[in-house]
T-cell receptor
Framework: NAGVMQNPRHLVRRRGQEARLRCSPM?????VYWYRQLPEEGLKFMVY????????ESGMPKERFSAEFPKEGPSILRIQQVVRGDSAAYFC?????????????FGQGTRLTVV | SQKIEQNSEALNIQEGKTATLTCNYT??????LQWYRQDPGRGPVFLLL?????KEKRKERLKVTFDTTLKQSLFHITASQPADSATYLC????????????FGKGTRLHILP
């Protein structure tokens, strides 16, 4: 059973380009979280999704950022017209649901650098 | 909104001693409180979970306590080893109010040989 897979591991984009970050949750997991981490900072919640539904996007900037978790395929975090301030590590986590086993399993992250 | 504070950014402990990390939160008590370990350049790894009606949970050399009156959790590593050096993150599962898992900034623990 592979863990949470994120790709790419490293992504370099020029200002104004689009960044697409992918996350394949663990097999059997239907809940996905996206977090952003700046150097020396904690994980900042961005969005919580279930298959085909956004449950909570209160941590995501209203402009330029969007997330989806389609019925088939990975979850995608999309950042349009990137700016230097978007440079960070973006982590995805998955969990099997909201039952008793509530721990989140994290991927290795995508490090986005905007030049 | 809910806030989480972890006692210090960095903590140095001599090998063999017990390391104690603190997590304080404001407002309401979460349904679950979790602790994760994060190594440089890696994603966090789940360690322990404690429920709001539990006072203490143990796993090998790890112990977590949860005091809803003080709004505090303590995370202990006994007989610490240099391999325990990492950043430790406290996280609140707030499903009793909204649907998030929110994290503190973490404490960088250095175990000195």
């Amino acid at each position: 059973n592979a863990g949470v897979m994120q790709n790419p591991r490293h992504l370099v984009r020029r200002r104004g380009q689009e960044a697409r970050l992918r996350c394949s949750p663990m097999k059997g997991h239907s809940h996905v979280y996206w977090y952003r981490q700046l150097p020396e900072e904690g994980l900042k919640f961005m969005v919580y999704l279930q298959k085909e539904n956004i449950i909570d996007e209160s941590g995501m900037p209203k402009e330029r950022f969007s997330a989806e978790f389609p019925k088939e395929g990975p979850s995608i975090l999309r950042i349009q017209q990137v700016v230097r301030g978007d440079s960070a590590a973006y982590f995805c986590a998955s969990s099997p649901g909201r039952g008793e086993n509530t721990e989140a399993f994290f991927g290795q992250g995508t490090r986005l650098t905007v030049v | 909104s809910q806030k989480i504070e972890q006692n210090s950014e960095a903590l140095n402990i001599q090998e063999g001693k017990t390391a104690t990390l603190t997590c304080n939160y404001t407002n309401y008590s979460p349904a679950y409180l979790q602790w994760y370990r994060q190594d440089p350049g890696r994603g966090p790894v789940f360690l322990l979970l404690i429920r709001e009606n539990e006072k203490e949970k143990r796993k090998e050399r790890l112990k977590v306590t949860f005091d809803t009156t003080l709004k505090q959790s303590l995370f202990h590593i006994t007989a610490s080893q240099p391999a325990d050096s990492a950043t430790y993150l406290c996280a609140l599962d707030t499903r009793n109010r909204d649907d998030k898992i929110i994290f503190g900034k973490g404490t960088r623990l250095h175990i000195l040989p």
